[in-house]
């Protein structure tokens, strides 16, 4: 498969990530490990995870896929021919992450957080760690479409970025984190952390994980010139929309099983117009002669700003498809159609 350069770093990732959220949950350990060996086994050398992990997040289970990933990795004694990212919470009201206190981005809650991270996944480093959501408020995702959807305050002890990034300065000369990575972060967000990192705060963010889907595309406007100039990559999540992009939804449909019919979390891709766009992107593939799910997770992985697409799974037929997606020649003709869908509906779940 594929591998392309992590942002500035040395690192060459498989242009397909393999994302995790479902083990411990929806997937048992042993399913998580035969996922691992079929994606290994295809080309991937990149895993994708967080201590919040598995969704949905619960005390019960936190830290469960991180578990499963070390006990992966210690079975099959490969950790060196593995890229691991994981991420540390920002700002958030949950408190079973550091103890029963809130977390947000300071000092003692980062550490706390590497160290039980690089416990649970059995290993001395961690080569992409990325901040899973900001400490400042911000709207979900990092790129509303609308200005009244920021927030009017801030926070009175909003932690600055330049003191988070000298957290990150200490763990990459302890040796704990190769490289730092953003998530559900804004233009002005990655900005702000370049700027401070050039001025000598801390290490340089390599990469940003961000929704990108075809009916959520807003990294295109602002964050990809950003990206492209700076160089830190895109690592596109939910590139199927949470299974909306899969067909299984359609109609109103709520399949047993499927995650929105279990947790009742797909609100983001519930919003007016969503129905009517999804449902057209999903006929667009089949038009094609395409399973929907391979259409949506080759368009993300074509786009010529990706880095590397994370895939998500809870079956072997489903990560088989999503690793296909790797060898489909998204024509011209596929994205001049999908642009036409586009330009009706916009984006509609950001």
Not at 17 to 35: A, K
Not at 40 to 54: C, Q
Not at 151 to 165: G, N, S, V, W
Request: hydrophobic share 35%; glycine share 8%.
């Amino acid at each position: 498969m594929e591998k392309r350069r992590l942002g500035r770093t040395d690192l060459s990732v498989s242009k397909i990530c393999l994302g995790t959220m479902t083990w411990g949950q929806q997937n048992t350990e042993q399913e998580g490990h035969e996922q691992m060996d079929l994606a290994f086994s295809r080309g991937v050398n990149f895993l994708d995870t967080a201590e919040l992990y598995p969704i949905p997040p619960r005390p019960e289970t936190q830290g469960r896929t991180e578990e499963i990933i070390g006990n992966w990795m210690k079975a099959r004694g490969n950790r060196d021919d593995v890229v691991l990212a994981s991420k540390v919470v920002g700002r958030t009201a949950n408190e079973w992450f550091r103890g029963g206190r809130p977390s947000k981005l300071v000092r003692a809650y980062i550490l706390d957080a590497i160290d039980k991270s690089l416990k649970r996944l059995q290993t001395d480093r961690i080569d992409l760690y990325q901040i899973h959501f900001p400490d400042r408020k911000i709207a979900w995702g990092g790129n509303p479409t609308r200005v009244g959807a920021w927030p009017a305050t801030r926070d009175a002890d909003e932690t600055p970025i330049a003191e988070t990034l000298g957290v990150f300065d200490d763990l990459v000369k302890d040796g704990k984190i190769r490289h730092l990575g953003l998530s559900n972060e804004s233009s002005w967000g990655v900005m702000q952390y370049v700027a401070d990192s050039d001025r000598g705060a801390g290490p340089r963010p390599v990469s940003v994980q961000n929704a990108y889907n075809l009916v959520n595309r807003t990294f295109e406007v602002n964050l990809a010139e950003v990206c492209d100039r700076e160089d830190v990559g895109l690592l596109a999540y939910s590139p199927l929309a949470q299974g909306y992009l899969t067909g299984k939804y359609d109609h109103g449909a709520l399949p047993a099983g499927a995650r929105t019919t279990l947790f009742n979390r797909g609100q983001r891709y519930q919003t007016p117009n969503a129905a009517e766009a999804l449902l057209a992107y999903n006929e667009l593939a089949r038009s094609f002669g395409m399973e929907p799910a391979l259409f949506a997770n080759a368009f993300v992985t074509s786009r010529p700003f990706m880095t590397s697409n994370i895939i998500g799974a809870t079956s072997i037929a489903q990560l088989d498809m999503a690793l296909s997606s790797a060898q489909v020649d998204f024509t011209e003709e596929m994205l001049k159609a999908v642009d036409a869908i586009h330009q009706r509906f916009g984006n509609p779940c950001p």
